[in-house]
T-cell receptor
Framework: AQKVTQAQTEISVVEKEDVTLDCVYE???????LFWYKQPPSGELVFLIR??????QNEISGRYSWNFQKSTSSFNFTITASQVVDSAVYFC??????????FGSGTQLTVLP | KAGVTQTPRYLIKTRGQQVTLSCSPI?????VSWYQQTPGQGLQFLFE???????NKGNFPGRFSGRQFSNSRSEMNVSTLELGDSALYLC????????????????FGQGTRLTVV
């Protein structure tokens, strides 16, 4: 069985602060994929990033960065210099041999002006 | 390029009725997956269709069913609605089925908000 845990239910920051969203996963698969999605109030899940289990290289994309650490089964997401438009629910997800996405419970990020 | 289109956006049904939700994937995408999102259970996988065949199924009762047409459009049906079926139903399309490659990106629609009263 696979499981994704996002321990932070809600986070509030003031604009321009950096914020890190935590994600811890469990799987017995040796090959798996990790994803981050953003869900704005409109409802659709917006794909942000994908990582496979063999690629631990961290990535920076503009104000976004991701830290994948296999040793701690974590795939954390950092937003630098947060903006009000970043306010949304962020989901971490895992896809292993079962092939369907297993989502965490989500973290509601509120960026205050 | 149009995204994933789900219709209707909102729906109110009475307990015991049945409902059909529709999903049109991104042009060229052949795989469609359905997810249910509720405050209590979060996002849960319902099923995946590719080439008009169900390829994968989550742990939902038989009241939940789906199908896919030759143009890749998909419908999801829920019969004998229960209050607990109230949820946001999200459809995701992928170029290929996840059974081919687990890394395939899934693009989601805005969902259908179903309320059962």
């Amino acid at each position: 069985a696979q499981k994704v845990t996002q321990a932070q239910t809600e986070i509030s920051v003031v604009e321009k602060e950096d914020v890190t969203l935590d994600c811890v996963y469990e799987t017995r698969d040796t090959t798996y994929y990790l994803f981050w999605y953003k869900q704005p109030p409109s409802g659709e899940l917006v794909f942000l990033i994908r990582r496979n289990s063999f690629d631990e290289q961290n990535e920076i994309s503009g104000r976004y960065s991701w830290n994948f650490q296999k040793s701690t089964s974590s795939f954390n997401f950092t937003i630098t210099a947060s903006q009000v438009v970043d306010s949304a629910v962020y989901f971490c997800a895992l896809r292993g041999s079962a092939r369907q996405l297993t989502f965490g419970s989500g973290t509601q990020l509120t960026v205050l002006p | 390029k149009a995204g994933v289109t789900q219709t209707p956006r909102y729906l109110i049904k009475t307990r015991g009725q049945q409902v059909t939700l529709s999903c049109s994937p991104i042009s060229g995408h052949r795989s469609v997956s359905w997810y249910q999102q509720t405050p209590g259970q979060g996002l849960q996988f319902l099923f995946e269709y590719f080439s008009e065949t169900q390829r994968n199924k989550g742990n939902f009762p038989g009241r939940f069913s789906g199908r896919q047409f030759s143009n890749s459009r998909s419908e999801m049906n829920v019969s004998t609605l229960e209050l607990g079926d109230s949820a946001l139903y999200l459809c995701a399309s992928s170029l290929n089925p996840t059974s081919w490659t687990g890394g395939t990106e899934a693009f989601f629609g805005q969902g259908t908000r179903l309320t059962v009263v």
